[in-house]
């Protein structure tokens, strides 16, 4: 499946970019650090990627 392809499927059944998913996943992965574990921005950051 070639790169366009599957950005167009996964934005058909996700509706959002894969861009976007990722992003809203790694500022929910961050959040949580923050608010669950009192990790600092820096360690939350790295930790999302």
Not at 11 to 29: D, F, H, N, S, W
Request: net charge negative; no cysteine.
């Amino acid at each position: 499946m070639s790169h366009t392809a599957f950005a167009q499927e996964f934005a058909a059944k996700m509706e959002v970019t894969p861009m976007q998913y990722l992003t809203g996943r790694r500022l929910q992965i961050a959040g949580q650090g923050l608010t669950e574990q009192g990790l600092t921005v820096a360690d939350a950051a790295e930790i999302a990627g």
